[in-house]
């Protein structure tokens, strides 16, 4: 059988808090945000498909399952809130 994506699912559903806690995607979005300011992007759109998912996952723990997702990632501070 051949097919145009993995068979096996990658990764866990759940978000392990105790693994990777919340602080820590703050502190990686950190050098984003200053790139962000410095050449004045509105916000950052970040792509990840299910065999290339590594720039999307490492700033929002999020894995594609099927096909590919994306995240819109706004300027430092607006938008987060504590879980």
Same mark, same amino acid.
């Given at each position: 059988?051949?097919?145009?994506?993995?068979c096996?699912?990658? /990764?866990? *559903? @759940? $978000? !392990?808090? =105790? &693994?990777?806690? *919340? =602080? %820590?995607?703050?502190?990686?979005? %950190? #050098?984003?945000? !200053?790139?962000?300011? =410095?050449k /004045?992007?509105?916000?950052?759109l970040?792509?990840? =498909?299910? &065999? %290339?998912?590594? /720039?999307? !996952? *490492?700033?929002?723990?999020?894995?594609?399952?099927? &096909? $590919? /997702?994306?995240? @819109? @990632?706004? #300027?430092?501070?607006?938008?987060?809130?504590?879980p």
């Amino acid at each position: 059988m051949r097919t145009m994506q993995p068979c096996v699912t990658i /990764g866990s *559903y @759940l $978000w !392990a808090q =105790d &693994r990777v806690p *919340y =602080d %820590e995607f703050l502190l990686r979005l %950190e #050098p984003l945000h !200053a790139a962000m300011d =410095d050449k /004045g992007w509105p916000a950052v759109l970040v792509f990840g =498909d299910v &065999r %290339e998912h590594g /720039g999307l !996952a *490492y700033l929002t723990n999020f894995i594609p399952r099927v &096909r $590919w /997702g994306m995240a @819109l @990632l706004p #300027p430092a501070r607006r938008g987060f809130c504590a879980p």
